[in-house]
């Protein structure tokens, strides 16, 4: 069994296959650093050729796994995996009762007041739904005009962070479904 430990910003490669790095293992739940442009889990517009984390990971840790939660897909970060039911549904049951913190770099120089809150609704699937954003101003610079915010949802609609921060003028660097993918 080879797992990889660290927080390197790509996958490393091993016998022809591209490794997820391992942040944290335990015995019953393990969190990998999950690339950019890589899908959680296959799903309908999964193409079959694409790579997958939870199949890579199961081959990686030659033990079945299950995901707690889901980031975009092209998100990268921090994911929990578990190695049974009970402790998924458990580590489950303690995210929905924490807070969720994401940073995110945006576009332009933020003159807005370095607390805002975006409580904008989001349509999902052709239906509005409720969706709140808090941003807060960790940096700020005139060349290249760009921020770092710490965003935190108290909703979690598709694509919610980066929606709120395309409507309050600060796209995210690289997002080009909600704002401009110039990086």
């Not at 924490?98 to 003159?111: C, D, I, P, Q």
């Not at 921020?147 to 409507?167: C, D, E, K, Y």
């Amino acid at each position: 069994l080879a797992v990889v430990v660290g927080v390197a910003g790509a996958m490393s490669q091993s016998q022809g296959r591209p490794r997820i790095p391992v942040l944290e293992y335990y015995d019953n739940w393990v969190c990998v650093n999950k690339p950019a442009g890589m899908s959680v889990h296959r799903s309908v517009g999964t193409r079959r050729h694409e790579k997958v984390v939870s199949t890579g990971l199961k081959r990686q840790l030659a033990r079945k796994v299950y995901p707690v939660h889901r980031l975009d897909h092209r998100t990268s970060g921090a994911l929990l995996f578990a190695f049974d039911s009970a402790t998924c549904a458990e580590l489950q049951a303690m995210l929905s009762t924490g807070s969720k913190e994401y940073v995110a770099l945006v576009r332009g120089e933020w003159t807005l007041p370095p607390t805002v809150v975006v409580d904008t609704p989001v349509r999902v699937d052709g239906v509005e739904r409720d969706a709140c954003t808090r941003f807060d101003l960790l940096a700020t610079q005139a060349e290249p005009r760009s921020s770092l915010v710490l965003a935190r949802p108290t909703t979690g609609r598709t694509h919610q962070i980066r929606r709120h921060a395309f409507h309050i003028g600060f796209p995210i660097v690289g997002d080009s479904a909600h704002g401009d993918s110039r990086v």
